[in-house]
């Protein structure tokens, strides 16, 4: 308040000396640390000689003038701020003592942004809380980074129909523990990318009236934020998620205040350290390596984002297990046979007989015929049928058994059919 013009001159205006404005400019008083300084008379002093001399005859005209008691009056507002101003910034300050930007200086400043950016209208979703703006005026107060988080950029709306007091305990400024009731108006939305580019453009709002950065700066980090959320990832690697992106963004303020260590007010070439650095910084590989897209891990169900090895592992895991559910199957069906007093009789077979693998009834026309030769191995049905079977010579063996008689003791390299 003690160096904000528009709230100098919105207490001037209050006191209805505003047909005075030029006499101050005049003088060259437009703060209300100018004006307590501007006179050597000090408030409470028995002799007014200086003060009718330096401030009432300059702005007034006349040392009677009916208005020199308002006069008087906004010198000791502006002597006190000034005199409790300096205590401030010798003394300190309590932790939890809030630091705000004037109520008139806020709207001039959001008059001038305004005036920027006519494309954008500063109101509902693009409104910041008066809390935001708080957070941002308290870096440029003790001329400091701190990292403003996503969740803290809230709405004007959310504050005007949230507020809430929620009593915190906290030490007071001698480390007493006393009991504080801090505002909670909830957190600012983030759930998709609209809502992620109000939240940025609220922060470059509540910066740049705080006199941090401009505007069009942060909103060149913001596109860029936007731009790689929703860039689609090459094949085989994930979407960057919203916590990376608010990684990146920390990591950018990280990198910032390593660059501009002597704070973020304007310089003597009147630039703004942070500015400058946060151009400078976005563009940096600590930055932007955490805005990279990652390899996508397998997602169970998902064989679009499953990679190719784990797929073609699976696939196999799927085919053995069939294997083994047939060889079960199959395992099942086996059957003894041996028949009374001959090799491939019916029922019956004595002890030692060995146990083979059926294959089934003999067709009509090889009843009374082997299935097998004397090794236990199958002898062809279709070799010995008129039909006869392509697959192999006589003799030799087909996969569906060997090309011999199947006429009982014969066995030879002929079929049934020919059998004399």
């Known amino acids: 308040m003690v160096d904000s013009s528009a709230e100098f001159f919105a207490r001037v205006t209050e006191l209805q000396l505003a047909e005075f404005k030029e006499k101050f400019e005049e003088i060259g008083v437009k703060t209300f640390g100018e004006l307590a ?17 330096e401030l009432v005859i300059p702005v007034l005209g006349d040392e009677k003038h009916p208005k020199r008691g308002a006069l008087r009056r906004l010198f000791t507002e502006a002597y006190s ?14 932790e939890d003592a809030p630091v705000r930007l004037p109520t008139a200086e ?43 988080a996503w969740e803290n950029c809230t709405t004007r709306r959310q504050e005007l129909m949230g507020v809430k007091k929620e009593p915190v305990w906290k030490p007071d400024a001698e480390g007493f523990l006393k009991v504080h009731k801090d505002d909670s108006i909830g957190k600012a939305r983030l759930e998709d990318p609209l809502r992620l ?32 959320y929703q860039t689609d990832p090459p094949p085989g690697y994930a979407k960057v998620t919203m916590d990376m992106l608010h990684t990146a963004d920390r990591e950018l303020w990280n990198q910032a205040a390593r660059v501009c260590r002597s704070g973020v007010r304007r310089n003597g070439a009147g630039a703004l350290p942070f500015d400058e ?37 699976r696939r196999a895991d799927q085919l053995e297990s069939e294997v083994r559910r047939l060889r079960e199957a199959k395992g099942k069906g086996k059957q003894q046979y041996g028949g009374k007093g001959g090799k491939d009789g019916g029922k019956g077979g004595g002890k030692g007989k060995k146990r083979t693998r059926g294959l089934g009834a003999l067709p009509e026309g090889l009843r009374g015929c082997a299935s097998r030769d004397d090794q236990g191995n199958p002898l062809c049905f279709d070799f010995n049928l008129p039909h006869g079977c392509n697959m192999a010579q006589p003799g030799a063996r087909c996969p569906r058994g060997w090309h011999k008689c199947a006429a009982k003791g014969c066995l030879k390299a002929h079929s049934f059919q020919a059998h004399a």
């Open 106 to 148: 806020r709207e001039a400043r959001r008059a001038e942004l305004q005036s920027r950016i006519p494309g954008v209208r500063l109101d509902g979703e693009y409104d910041p809380s008066h809390k935001l703006l708080d957070l941002a005026y308290e870096l440029w107060d003790q001329n400091v980074i701190k990292y403003i």
């Open 37 to 53: 300084f501007a006179t050597s008379f000090s408030a409470g002093s028995p002799d007014e000689t200086k003060f009718q001399t």
């Open 197 to 228: 580019r109000q939240t940025l453009l609220r922060r470059g709002v509540a910066l740049d009236l705080a006199g941090v950065i401009k505007f069009e700066t942060h909103e060149l980090w913001a596109d860029l934020v936007l731009d790689v």
């Open 277 to 313: 650095a946060l151009r400078k910084c976005m563009y940096e590989p600590p930055v932007r390596m955490l805005m990279v897209p990652l390899p996508a891990a397998a997602k169970q169900g998902s064989a679009k984002d499953e990679p190719e090895t784990s797929r073609l592992k």
């Open 81 to 94: 701020l000034a005199a409790s101003d300096l205590q401030r910034r010798t003394e300190g300050r309590a």
